[in-house]
């Protein structure tokens, strides 16, 4: 029992009272995570991976459907190439990480902090026809931003993982109908593999990306009431096509330019999983999205050991499809065993002693609400199907109850300053300003615009914005942010 | 058919006369790779990027099976960690890459050529006992080396993908055990997977690793008798873990250096791999590797035009479990049609026109052989199943039996350069001095060591160095390389 001695490795941190030390701490002792030694930098460990790679599974199988190919372009962008688009430019600037080796008639190269520069240099060689449209190309990368704040775990970093989709189409109304599908699709990704309620809705002028026509965005909601954007998807309009020569042979065999998109979500993702859903015993995983669904527990004796460790055994081929951990290790008690796993979000805990084997039962626990159940070992892996997706719905199901009663209208300033400060959302109606705007991040130290929601888009005729009074365009949510 | 005329798709070199430009060729106009315009750099195209995951979907497999789990580590790495073990330093300071940004008082940051260094910086953390052993984690990712010769698609490039994996042992024998382990699963996806067969062998002292006690290499045979590392394995002993400070409380309660290895494969794979068994009509994917086994070209005539296009439809149905393409463009005749689909090297064609539909047939087109055969439709799905396994087989015979032809004894200086200079690998006694290897790659103007076979080591007792004539110690291969 010597380790379990030295290892105090539960939480110390309430999520309620200190919710960033909480998500450190959660973060650092699951070993979803660890802090590198570059600033700026942290490690993906291999439970984090692990759910990276479902999501990538995931959203791979979506990619197929959708006929979107994957590829990868190079990390390194020629700077001549951010200037062709100037909003581009401008926009991405400031974050820029260069290279230092440079050779005698070459120009500086910048390490992508995204790719539509490079990827469209190439569009514009391979798109000759409208037979080469739609062209649909994704690609699973990391990129780099200079970041000058405070590194936090997924949630902002110099280096991140990620996907961006790069499609180029005929018509406007093609381009327009994907934007929002792949807006779908990772309201889909979300919601069903992560369990995590999302508003759809599109970025005010102040906020969209930096090239865009308009940007559309999903936006997730913290218990801490801030909002953290998970996915955008952008139309780029014809600018890019332009500024990159990107041109195709209609029908009509005449010369036209394309519309274009890009669409990404991030390893950010996991962090406002982890955020959503853990709790003060550590990390808790939607069942779909865990890689080990179950721990199995074999509580022994000296009495029957050979017996109840053969069991947990059969159990853990019965259940193989949810691939299940087997903690048989000696020298740690069944109470630290049952801590770590809890602490490591495994949904769900069977734990079989010697009462339980003659009674041909088990104990099933449930991560998220410490239930406890006695099962019958026979329906063990119908039982497990079940409670799968029970527990998957009842985890959207209470995340989405505290979004929906986290939005809260407010009809002027001092109701929104108040709803804000009680750490919901604020929907107001909004002039659309990109200066009104301004003055309400500053007055309020950083609080912004989250999204325009779809399907409720405009302001009631004859309403006036909630902060500069003029007439009002569209509702909008206002919070906090990661 | 504006399109037809105005392509001319086809290749224009010839393997047999200019395989470097024919390789080239090969690798654009199939669409698995295109050149970038930075220099050193390469895209992987979507066809060449689905070969490149179903190589990882393999891999993956196998890394699971041997219980080695996926993290991700940061892009960069501090100046000083490469200073730690020397050689390692040594070995790869002239092509690392540096990042121009700086902080005050922080180092210079390098973008990872590869990433020991980084890694067994937190496996100094996270290792504390006997419990925590083996330690065994793989990562999937982009790494610089800062190439001045010509860049050569897949085969040399300044950024290119891998894996490496990176484990830790108490023992040297469960690290030897293991180096050897992971070369066999390399020899196992190379043979399986790509057709490929390998020669498993010890590399040289003067070809090892920077940093290991020794490498083990797999080495392809390419059809211009150059010989081409695709995978290596190295124990690396206890260097890096006295560099970084790795230790483990033992069983024995004293603390101990652990052992460690470090083992990857590249994008190179795929160069290799077209290579070895494309010709001159374009790709010849090994259908286990080939994303899209299967593509439908229904001849269409006005006559029964509805149903042949459906009884395609149905057989892309039937044969969904491979991917079928089925190519129903108008404008653009069956044999173009054919030409593109050979050029892109899907493995098997199904052919099926009027003639055929009434037949209740259609006809099977091998991609390799060109073999043609009548197929019932009924039987369809069996057919292609079992054709599969045969033209996999095939593929790898014909590979095998030309590396097997290729390697020849040489006995003295006069038959070896007789021998590369027949584009055969020449199998020598060799001393094992790293001078006297040095000094045959200067007289040949670059022909080096590839391996000493392993399970054929030892060079007959009293035999000479076929090229200084001091005693023998090694049975060597030497060939050009890639």
Known sequence: MAKEKENVKGLTAKKEQDIAEWYSQVCLKSEVADY?????????????????????????????????????????????????????????SPEVAWIANKEEGQERLAIRPTSETIMYDSYSRWIRSWRDLPLRINQWANVVRWETEATKLFLRSREFLWQEGHCVYETESECDAEVKLFLEEYKNLAEELL??????????????????????????????????????SHNL?????????????????????????????????????????????GLVL?????????????????????????????????????????DDREGYSPGWKFNEWELKGVPFRIEIGPKDLEAKQAVMVRRDTGEKQFIKIADIKP????????????????????????????????????????????????????????????????VKSRCIPLGDEAAPDGSKCFHCGKSAKYNVYFSRAY
Chains 1, 2 share one sequence.
């Open 286 to 326: 939607p069942p779909k999205l865990a890689p080990n669904k179950v721990v199995i527990v074999p509580i022994i004796f000296d009495k029957m050991r050979d017996e109840i460790l053969a069991k947990a055994d059969e159990i853990r081929e019965v259940l193989s499809e949810y691939d299940p951990i087997i």
């Open 383 to 446: 039982i497990i199907a079940e409670q799968i997706e029970i527990m998957q719905k009842d985890m959207f199901k209470k995340a989405k109850k505290h979004m929906d009663d986290s939005i809260v209208f407010a009809k002027d300033w001092e109701s929104f300053t108040s709803v804000v400060e009680n750490k919901k959302m604020a929907k107001v109606h909004f002039c659309g300003e990109t200066g009104c705007e301004d003055e309400i991040k500053d007055k309020t130290a950083g």
């Open 36 to 92: 590198a030694p570059v600033k700026g930098c942290y490690i993906i460990r291999p439970l984090g991976y692990a759910i990276w790679q479902n999501i990538q599974d995931h959203f791979n199988r979506c990619l197929k459907y959708r006929d979107v190919k994957n590829a990868y372009f190079p990390l390194f962008i020629p700077e001549s190439f951010f200037h062709k688009e100037a909003q581009h430019a401008e926009g991405f």
């Open 237 to 281: 309009g014809q600018r890019f096509g332009q500024a990159f020569g990107i041109s195709f042979l209609g029908k009509d065999e005449l010369s036209h330019t394309p519309w274009q998109s890009s669409w990404g979500f991030s390893t950010r993702l996991i962090g406002a999983m982890i955020l959503l859903h853990s709790d003060n015993k």
């Open 195 to 232: 369990a995590m309620p999302v508003i759809m809705g599109r970025k005010t002028d102040k906020e969209k990306f930096a090239g865009a026509n308009y940007t559309l965005t999903v936006e997730a909601f913290m218990p801490d009431g801030k909002a953290l954007q998970v996915g955008t």
